[in-house]
Nanobody, 121 residues
């Protein structure tokens, strides 16, 4: 299963961006999906930004709660991240993630290629 993320870019503080991520391939089920952020290329780990389960349960990181909105469209195998009131701390590479089972019933845990978000003051 492959994920294609898009929507990153450069924006001034206070602005908004919408990230999109579409899954493709041999998808049997699309369960938990989410967005993660890597603050810099030197950072090995990613921070969870927001996650959404198949039944619609949502979790946000404290630093985005009230400003970001995650949603999913299962008909399109897609998730979105609406980012409002952006500040310079939101700068980073954003990755989408999806977990589920492929058509051969094996589980998958796929990551998108990452999309850069740069917020300038």
């Amino acid at each position: 299963v492959q994920l294609q993320a898009s929507g990153g870019g450069s924006v001034q503080a206070g602005g908004s961006l919408t990230l999109s991520c579409v899954a493709s391939g041999s998808i049997l089920t699309l369960n938990d999906m989410g967005w993660y952020r890597q603050e810099s290329r030197r950072q090995r780990d990613v921070d969870v930004v927001a996650t959404i389960t198949k039944d619609g349960s949502i979790r946000y990181a404290d630093f985005v709660r009230g400003r970001f909105t995650i949603s999913r469209d299962d008909a399109k195998n897609a998730i979105y991240l609406q980012m409002d009131s952006l500040n310079w701390k939101d700068t980073g590479v954003y990755y989408c993630n999806a977990r589920g089972r492929s058509e051969n019933t094996l589980p998958y845990n796929s990551w998108g290629q990452g999309t850069q978000v740069t917020v300038s003051s």
